[in-house]
């Protein structure tokens, strides 16, 4: 089992960074990689960023470029650093573990709203 939180949203201007935390906690050792996905009001989920256990890293074209995903071993935490933010980057901001049994697990959410 991993339940995961996350913090760090919050409203800022186009153009400013928020940097979104997901803490870790469980069978930490099972997982294999972590996403962040985002949902903006009236459309489905999508992926934003992940990070395998490995270090491996991708992005939707979306925020290539703008965001960074890193993982902290010590505080076991993945923190998704988004920079040049634009208004359609509001949205519920999640975060999902995947272990290696290809159980997903999922964060309540942190809201970040972006101000044009």
């Known amino acids: 089992q991993v339940q995961l939180v996350e913090s760090g949203g919050g409203l800022v201007q186009a153009g400013g960074s928020l940097r979104l935390s997901c803490a870790a906690s469980?069978?930490?050792?099972?997982?294999?990689?972590t996403t962040w996905y985002r949902q903006a009001p009236g459309k489905q989920r999508e992926w934003v960023a992940r990070?395998?256990?490995?270090?491996?890293?991708g992005y939707a074209d979306s925020v290539k470029g703008r965001f960074t995903i890193s993982r902290d071993n010590a505080k076991n935490t993945v923190d998704l650093q988004m920079n040049g933010l634009k208004p359609e980057d509001t949205g519920v901001y999640y975060c999902?573990?995947?272990?290696?049994?290809?159980?997903?697990?999922w964060g309540r959410g942190t809201q970040v709203t972006v101000s044009s």
């Open positions: 999902k573990a995947t272990d290696t049994k290809w159980l997903d697990y």
């Open positions: 469980g069978t930490l050792s099972a997982i294999y990689v």
């Open positions: 990070i395998t256990s490995q270090g491996s890293t």
